[in-house]
T-cell receptor
């Protein structure tokens, strides 16, 4: 059974640009959550999608958005990138009793 | 409240036992997760507790007391490869929004 797959693994973007990250969950998992991890703030919840609907949302500005497709794959988008958006972006797919993370996308904004 | 508290760092000797405590606000509790994260890697799922008591998985065990808002992760027969950060995360409502503690960095010495 394949794990959670995130692409790309690494990205370098310039301030003001936008970026789209992709996450393919474990087969059969309909819930996909996104997190941002930085040394200063730790792991912070961005949003969760379930059956193509946003089910939970964290406290991030509207520049951070996401969506989920009918095959459960999810994308998150960050517009007008800022230096502070440099982080490891993790997606997790899960059920009621487990949540597995992908390898993450390391975004560097210069 | 969202506070999830864990010690910042712990040191233990190879072959010994270490207990990592996690305390949280009890309101709206819907499950507690433990993860292991090696430097530069994604978190790896270790355990899930939603009922009081001890869950054992090989060298790792996790305990939960819902009334006290308290959990611990017990690592037995420590190995050098267990040197990592250990993250406690609480789910409060329906869905898979996890709120993470700051993590406990465990250093295993020979």
């Amino acid at each position: 059974k394949a794990g959670v797959t995130q692409t790309p693994r690494y990205l370098i973007k310039t301030r003001g640009q936008q970026v789209t990250l992709s996450c393919s969950p474990i087969s059969g998992h309909r819930s996909v959550s996104w997190y941002q991890q930085t040394p200063g703030q730790g792991l912070q919840f961005l949003f969760e999608y379930f059956s193509e609907t946003q089910r939970n949302k964290g406290n991030f500005p509207g520049r951070f958005s996401g969506r989920q497709f009918s095959n459960s794959r999810s994308e998150m988008n960050v517009s007008t990138l800022e230096l502070g958006d440099s982080a490891l972006y993790l997606c997790a797919s899960g059920s009621n009793t487990e949540a597995f993370f992908g390898q993450g996308t390391r975004l560097t904004v210069v | 409240g969202q506070n999830i508290d864990q010690p910042t760092e712990m040191t233990a000797t190879e072959g010994a036992i270490v207990q990592i405590n996690c305390t949280y606000q009890t309101s709206g509790f819907n499950g507690l997760f433990w993860y292991q994260q090696h430097a530069g890697e994604a978190p790896t799922f270790l355990s899930y507790n939603v009922l009081d008591g001890l869950e054992e998985k090989g060298r790792f065990s996790s305990f939960l007391s819902r009334s006290k808002g308290y959990s611990y992760l017990l690592l037995k027969e420590l190995q050098m490869k267990d040197s990592a950060s250990y993250l406690c995360a609480v789910r409060r409502a329906a869905g898979n929004k996890l709120t993470f503690g700051g993590g406990t960095r465990v250093l295993v010495k020979p």
